[in-house]
């Protein structure tokens, strides 16, 4: 499967953006989904993941509250609601998938297909 991830730009503080994360190549459906971000400075985070059909979810610690992933099956895209962003969200996001049984846990993944990033820049 091929990924392609886009919707990041400049926003300032406090601001919303979504992503988009569009599927290629396989039956999307059968995906678990995550979305990592990274900076020069950091190691890859995780930010968030969600089950074949929408649920579970699961976010990072430093989301929690603020960002929202959900997805659309029939459009082959999973989504990142980001709002209340703030500067130390600025990062490259990345998509990521991986086949999955309907029951696995999501928690944790080793993600086999990622997309090639999409930068968020999140200015004071």
């Known amino acids: 499967v091929q990924l392609q991830a886009s919707g990041g730009g400049l926003v300032q503080a406090g601001g919303s953006l979504r992503l988009s994360c569009v599927a290629s190549g396989r039956t999307f459906s059968r995906f678990a989904v995550g979305w990592f971000r990274q900076t020069p400075a950091k190691e890859r985070e995780f930010v968030a993941t969600?089950?074949?059909?929408?649920?579970?979810?699961y976010y990072g610690d430093t989301v929690k509250g603020r960002f929202t992933i959900f997805r659309d099956n029939d459009r082959k895209t999973a989504y990142l609601q980001m709002t209340n962003l703030k500067p130390e969200d600025t990062a490259v996001y990345y998509c990521?998938?991986?086949?999955?049984?309907?029951?696995?846990?999501?928690?944790?993944?080793?993600?086999?297909?990622w997309g090639q990033g999409t930068l968020v820049t999140v200015s004071s």
């Open positions: 969600i089950g074949r059909s929408g649920s579970p979810t």
């Open positions: 990521a998938a991986r086949d999955v049984i309907l029951t696995a846990d999501i928690r944790n993944l080793e993600y086999s297909y």
